[in-house]
């Protein structure tokens, strides 16, 4: 069973607009969630965390939000910009382990 | 070296053939994690290290599956008698920190496994 589910596998913005990349959970006993980005051939780099204490974090163009009665948490990208293509995952600390979701992969539209 | 270096990037097996998949993780990191990506998957654990001690090893799919780390730097990850779902690709990652709560992980670029 997916316990950390991304249910679009793609997604294309223009760039300069907002991208929001979408993430849901089953899981209660998560209680911290991070975002990983991918490119080609490479492995996945951190990129942007919260802990379930918190509903909103910021960090500079990236900000992730956590809605946790709804076992639901985004990333926005604002401005997206063309360096932004790539794979997100989403992912979620519980019984001490990382579970990923399936990714979602972002292009940015120049 | 920078970062994590797995070796080799591509291997490829006849179902049967045992393979090993290297990771050098980054120096002086405690943690090393192994997971396993499937086509279009997200990545899956399979096994963490603390230094030398593999303390969780839930995530290994069979007794095919093993990975040492006996000096607390480098690890193996091993799989006997390759089979065709074992097809993937092989992330490493490893952290400053120890715990299998590990934010910051830095991962390698993975060795994709195809078996034949």
């Known amino acids: 069973d997916q316990q950390v589910k991304q249910n679009s596998p793609s997604l294309s913005v223009q760039e300069g607009r907002i991208s929001i990349l979408n993430c849901d959970y089953t899981?209660?006993?998560?209680?911290?969630f991070l975002w990983y980005k991918k490119y080609p051939a490479e492995g996945p780099t951190f990129l942007i965390s919260?802990?379930?204490?918190?509903d909103k974090n910021e960090d500079g163009r990236f900000t992730v939000f956590l809605n946790k009665s709804a076992k639901h948490l985004s990333l926005h990208i604002v401005p997206s910009q063309p360096g932004d293509s790539a794979v997100y995952f989403c992912?979620?600390?519980?019984?001490?382990?990382?579970?990923f979701g399936t990714g979602t992969r972002l292009t940015i539209i120049p | 070296g920078a970062g994590v270096s797995q070796s080799p990037r591509y291997k490829v097996a006849k179902r049967g053939q045992d393979v090993a998949l290297r990771c050098d993780p980054i120096?002086?990191?405690?943690?090393l994690f192994w997971y396993q990506q499937a086509l279009g998957q997200g990545p899956e654990f399979l096994t963490y290290f603390q230094n030398e001690a593999q303390l969780d090893k839930s995530g290994l799919p069979s007794d095919r599956f093993f990975a040492e780390r006996p000096e607390g730097s480098v690890s193996t990850l091993k799989i006997q008698r390759t089979q065709q779902e074992d097809s993937a690709v092989y992330l490493c990652?490893?952290?400053?920190?120890?715990?299998?709560?590990?934010?910051?992980?830095?991962f390698g670029s993975g060795t994709q496994l195809s078996v034949l």
């Open positions: 120096s002086g990191h405690v943690s």
């Open positions: 919260i802990s379930s204490i918190k």
């Open positions: 990652a490893s952290s400053s920190t120890g715990g299998a709560r590990s934010e910051k992980l830095f």
């Open positions: 899981n209660s006993m998560f209680d911290y």
């Open positions: 992912a979620a600390f519980g019984n001490e382990k990382l579970t």
